[in-house]
């Protein structure tokens, strides 16, 4: 009996890797493999360039101008490049684009393309603390109220149902007018609000198809207490789908920041959506002159436009890898 | 424990499905699925439940299992009665002699996980041992089933293995902690006929060597007859016929054991099999009167059999029956 | 007795991402019209890419390469898709796997028939058609009364009975019939069995019957080819193939199945897994599993010869022959 314990456990032990590198391995296995399937989709290839130009602007490339290029200027100490408080006495302002001003400047002077990748941080973490808060009620919810059934699951349901039929623009309104809206405020309030609604009823229908999969009773055979099954089964299978409705919140959170921008209601320095409303209330947007300074609203128009589009891109290429029926032979 | 100990022992059993049409009106209707099931299994023996679909033979296993709550009657398991257990000791001590290997080998693996989780997950859940002895353990089970060398195969995922491999996962899952009392649903038939026979005969080889009792659901009376040491027939969620295997194929008694006997295809081109004629389908035990369930179809139909449910009668050496043909009663 | 099909040297091939896969791999037989053969094999062996094929139902990924299939004198291969239509249905119809499921659950099942009889014969009126329904259910023995049913209003087995009427319903002169009882209980299988009988004989239709289960296939047909990995391995009337089988495949097949009938004998398992089809070897698909294998088997290909009347096999080494056969090259 001693014999036979030395014997198995000395290759064994040989063989075996600790357990966290051979998690590590594995992980990065499925990555690749992922990764593979989701390069084919060109729809996905598309918005995943224009998400990481747009990161590297904004976290990368504007930091550094903003420390090098901006800082200092010969032409004139007091021109300052900085996008909230800068001012150009040099010109009539708005200016056209010119070398010194490679978008132009906005009617207050300041200019565009430093507004423009001074705000690209933080749409994005604005779209994406809206999208994480957003998905994980989403799918807390979802998943518990898919298992547990019953008065939970319709309660859950029917708010959902209540949550989706809600005004989201008007709400916002109201709120702002009640209190001060920053960046950070916006981004829980949004992902409060959409928690609750259409992404739950998504989740929760997955949770339900998980639920009554073969490996739930078996685990249950085994002794499983509820929460070890909704942690270990159904949230790991309900996770890439998560993952999938995250892009496309994330269109929605940055889409929802321009329109409370436009018009005025939200308390920050400076975005896309407030570049257009101070380009608006100066009335430049209107009738022939909407052609004339095209560099006041067209630059931040498209970004708004490109990088919700971008993530609503991946989102698409992303439905392959989640969802292995659609993946080519 | 000595060898002709009860190891788990069902009288009465009753599972009933109420038919409620939402969330908050009361059931008016309930079905019967399964209805005064009694048996008991000794250690080391098999015992099939055949019968076709809506038989109620999945739900007795599973009502076994503690997946579903019986309605009523008693189970016990080892000594101990468990019909309605509460506190999580019972619980654990339960769970961790029992298991069940399912169906489907493509469903009853979780296709996110990888082999070592899926295998030792009972483990886990009942939090046994360290990681190391785990580990172990795991490797050990899976060269006992035929997957070999085991480490190549710990860190893959269900979706690289084929139906066969991913059944033999699966009884590795259900084997890894040497369980007491095993339910096997229909574990062979959604594999590839070659394999089914591989599959089979390591089970018993398993059960052989582990002197496991095994509760073997199937709707293949050949299969059961390879595989169990008693055989229980069952319709619409009641007992029909009981009896060790030979003798119920060699010597049935109950015209449903002997439609099914004569409806399986023989493997002989030469063999004229003549079938026995019963009319109609299967239909669903919803509020069932109180008469033999297989009247509508039965070809020896009596009066009596529209008036009274039959009951279980003695009709040779641990054979019993179902049936007024064969009770003193009939008039 | 004359050929109503004639698969002559038929080379299906699928074309996937990870390589070529080939499904049906030089098959040939002849059906004389008013025969039953049964194609026999586990899954991945090729019998249903052969109906597939036959009735060139197949995916974009998958190509006939090479040979004929004649029906009727004419070689099917090389008819248009518009020209295959007409056959379809007309001349050969088929009863798919799970065909219970095939039944669209919003039409009412008389309808659906109705629907597969005027699309190919456009001159039918309506009550015509509605005739024939009522005829063709009480030949598959259903009430035609329940003709204006939904499917869901139907037992299993009542299912089945639709699907095989709405086979017949343009009076082909083949029905394919591939797993026509695998979802059934084995009561309802037995009467549905008996039912295909009765009516082949009485119509003296010809018929292809596909199955894993060598139980159903003796009892329906009288012929039968087994295939393996993508070939005919053996074929054989009936009578022949269980009681003296040659190819060590079917050996192994007829004693590994538990029997109801006689003594309880000990089962033979065939060692293995069925073969990966993908990038297929160029020896004997066997070989790894056969316990006669040879150096040879490692090597070669071999042939598919009548090694007795009326009996093919592709075997180096051919079992139970009456007579001694020459080494097969």
Redesign the interface.
Known sequence: MADNANMTVEPAEAKLESPISIRMKLMWRAFKENWKIFSQSKIGMIGLYIVVIFAVAGFIVYPILAATVWKTTSLNAMVSYNPVTGYDFLQNNPAAPSWAHLLGTDPLGRDVLAQLLYSTPREFMLGIVAALITVIIGTLIGTVAAYFGGALDTFFMRLADIVLLFPFIPFLIVISGMMEVDLLTLALIIGLLSGFGGITIVLRSQGLIIKSRPFIESAKVSGASDAYIIVNHIIPNVMPLSFLYMMFNVTGAIFSEAVLSFFGLLNIKMSWGLMIYTADTAGYIIGSNIWNYWWLWLPSGASITLLCGAFYFIGRGLDEVVNPRLRKR | MSDNEVVMKVENLNKFFPMKKSVFSRAKHFLHAVDDINFEIKKGKVLSLVGESGCGKTTTGKTLLKLYEPTSGKITFLGKDVTYIQSSEDRKWFHSRTQMIFQDPFESLNPRKTIFDIVAEPMNIQNFGTLRKRELMVMEILKRVGISPPDAFLWRYPHELSGGQRQRVAIARALVMKPEFVVADEPTSMLDVSIRTQVMKLMMELIKEMNMSFLYITHDLAVARYMADEIIVMYLGRIVEHADSEELINNPFHPYTKALISAVPVPDPEFKRKSVEIKGGIGKPIDPLPRCRFYDRCPFAMEICAQKEPELIEVGKNHKVACFLYNQERR | MRPILELRNLKMY?D??AGQVKAADDVSFVLNEGESIGLVG??GCGKTSISMSIMRLL?E?ARIISGNIFFDGKDMVKLSNDEMNKIRWAGIAMIFQAAMNSLNPVYRVGDQIIEAITTHEPNVTFEEARQRVASLYKLVGLDPERMDNYPHEY????KQRAVIAMSLACNPKLIIADEPTTAL??????TI??ELEKIQRKLNMSMIYIS?????I??VASRIAIMYAGKIVEMSD??TI?KRPAHPYTV???S??????GE?KE?????G??PNLLNAPDHCRFAP?CPFATDECWKHMPSYAEVESNHFVACFHPQNLKKRVSANV
């Open positions: 699928y996937t991402q586990e899954s995916p990924n037992s299993g087995g009542m209980d084995v009561i309802v299988q037995d069995l008996r894993h289960d060598i139980a159903v003796a009892e009936s009578v269980f192994g097949l007829m590994s199945f538990p029997s109801i009938r309880k089962l033979v398992t065939i060692p897994e069925p599993r």
